[in-house]
T-cell receptor, first 113, second 111 residues
Framework: QKEVEQNSGPLSVPEGAIASLNCTYS??????FFWYRQYSGKSPELIMS????GDKEDGRFTAQLNKASQYVSLLIRDSQPSDSATYLC?????????????FGKGTKLSVKP | DTAVSQTPKYLVTQMGNDKSIKCEQN?????MYWYKQDSKKFLKIMFS???????INETVPNRFSPKSPDKAHLNLHINSLELGDSAVYFC??????????FGPGTRLTVT
């Protein structure tokens, strides 16, 4: 059973701090990794994608990938109350179903003013 | 200029009925998906479909069937609805192995 694991939280950080969200996955052949943000009652919104080992930065967001450790993380710098949401890690299936994603159960982030 | 749209947004129906949810994307993507998000907020893929291939999650009952009239549309038809089908259903689309873009969701309630 291919799995994506995330701490469910809630993760609470003060405004302006760095929020660190972590994800591990079981399928070694996965090649594509994504972070989604989902506000309550809304649909998942793609915020980051990463395909190779290392760091990828986009504004206040940094995604980090370590395929050897089967680990992907998301850092949010200068956290704002508007960042409060559930963050979903998604990993592509390997083999012939590369486009299909397995989602973690999400980490709920709360940024306190 | 909505990218991925779904109708209806809310759907309330009785057990045993048959219903459909429509999805359209104007992103020019080649693959579309249906997901189910249950009450515990767990998002699980049901189907993926492009012009060549339909991939079905083996856990999806055969009461659920995707129908694609063209590349920009992927509808979800559900027969003989059951209480356990109550959930939010999301349509999504992607280009090749890129990230998927989600529609606003359809909240299905079966009574």
């Amino acid at each position: 059973q291919k799995e994506v694991e995330q701490n469910s939280g809630p993760l609470s950080v003060p405004e302006g701090a760095i929020a660190s969200l972590n994800c591990t996955y079981s399928d070694r052949v996965s090649q594509s990794f994504f972070w989604y943000r989902q506000y309550s009652g809304k649909s998942p919104e793609l915020i980051m994608s990463i395909y190779s080992n290392g760091d990828k930065e986009d504004g206040r967001f940094t995604a980090q990938l370590n395929k050897a450790s089967q680990y992907v993380s998301l850092l949010i710098r200068d956290s704002q109350p508007s960042d409060s949401a559930t963050y979903l890690c998604a990993v592509s299936l390997g083999g012939g179903s590369q486009g299909n994603l397995i989602f973690g159960k999400g980490t709920k982030l709360s940024v306190k003013p | 200029d909505t990218a991925v749209s779904q109708t209806p947004k809310y759907l309330v129906t009785q057990m045993g009925n048959d219903k459909s949810i429509k999805c359209e994307q104007n992103l020019g993507h080649d693959t579309m998906y249906w997901y189910k998000q249950d009450s515990k907020k767990f998002l699980k893929i049901m189907f993926s479909y492009n012009n060549k291939e339909l991939i079905i999650n083996e856990t999806v009952p055969n009461r659920f069937s995707p129908k694609s009239p063209d590349k920009a549309h992927l509808n979800l038809h559900i027969n003989s609805l059951e209480l356990g089908d109550s959930a939010v259903y999301f349509c999504a689309s992607s280009q090749a192995l890129g990230g998927q873009y989600f529609g606003p969701g359809t909240r299905l309630t079966v009574t």
